[in-house]
């Protein structure tokens, strides 16, 4: 049996690196993605992972990759809140229309492998009070995401999760069983997740009416905000290196017109809240 679980994520400080700039600063993915989630739920039910002494086979395949690879997923960034955690930077968790709070701390790296003949200051982007709702599919019948639906409805984790670096430790809340069911945009809708941004042909068949529409081809002008961000979905191997796999992603409270043509969309209901979602 399939269920729908979400799992609302939540950390003080968050570091989700990007591998392609490290000139100077470190930058970081302003929206949890799903290699980094799937570290994170394979963190919570103690699959093996980068801590492994033999992780570096360029054979090896990481337990937790293996086990949850197939598993599909979709992500929002909450909006923001106050919570009574101590300190300014900290006391306000969630994202102002998808995008959150960064700050650039300076440090020195005094680990040996880092420093040849000088010291290494590092400048690192981080997040302020990231906060992300995730939603699950998981199946029954497969043990280990049983496994990993008992951990999180009982708030148990095998190792301490965290948001791009093991000094960001993350927790988690509101557990919910959802009414899911496949959804074609067969009507408009307004999606509240992420979702991959569909072809510039496809766009281009959609537009309907005004200057907003002719980006996105929306249904009406209701809607207050676009976010783009290029996130990773996997990995590809580049020779003998493993990198990111890329794609558009989109966040808006726009409506959306049936023709932009989704794929794996869902809809889902928990008692009077209804959603939209697309599963990667």
Request: glycine share 8%.
């Amino acid at each position: 049996m399939q269920r729908l679980i979400s799992v609302d994520w939540r950390a003080t400080f968050g570091f989700l690196k990007k591998p392609d700039v490290n000139e100077g600063i470190y930058l970081t993915y302003n929206i949890l993605h799903k290699p980094a989630l799937l570290g994170i739920l394979g963190a919570v039910a103690g699959l093996g992972g980068y801590g492994r002494p033999d992780y570096m086979r360029p054979e090896r395949i990481l337990e937790y990759r293996r086990k949850l690879a197939g598993m599909r997923v979709a992500i929002a960034p909450l909006e923001a809140i106050a919570l009574p955690v101590a300190g300014p930077a900290a006391s306000q968790h969630g994202s102002e229309r998808g995008s959150f709070r960064k700050a650039v701390i300076k440090y020195t790296n005094t680990v040996g492998y880092a420093n040849d003949g000088s010291t290494l200051i590092v400048s690192e982007q981080t997040l302020l009070g990231p906060a992300y709702r995730t939603w699950l599919l998981l199946d029954d019948a497969n043990d280990t995401q049983a496994d990993l639906l008992r951990r999180l409805q009982t708030q148990q984790a095998e190792f301490v999760p965290y948001l791009g670096k093991n000094e960001f430790p993350l927790w988690w809340e509101n557990v919910r069983e959802w009414d899911f069911q496949p959804f074609g945009g067969e009507q408009n809708f307004v999606m509240h997740s992420i979702f991959r941004k569909p072809s510039d042909q496809k766009l281009a068949r959609n537009v309907t009416a005004g200057p907003a529409a002719a980006l996105f081809g929306f249904s009406s002008a209701a809607g207050s905000f676009l976010y783009f961000e290029r996130l990773p979905v996997g990995f590809q191997k580049m020779g003998k290196e493993e990198q990111y796999e890329l794609a558009e992603f989109v966040l808006t409270d726009f409506e959306l017109l049936p023709t932009n043509q989704l794929a794996n969309l869902y809809k889902a209901s928990y008692f009077n809240e209804r959603v939209h979602l697309q599963f990667v």
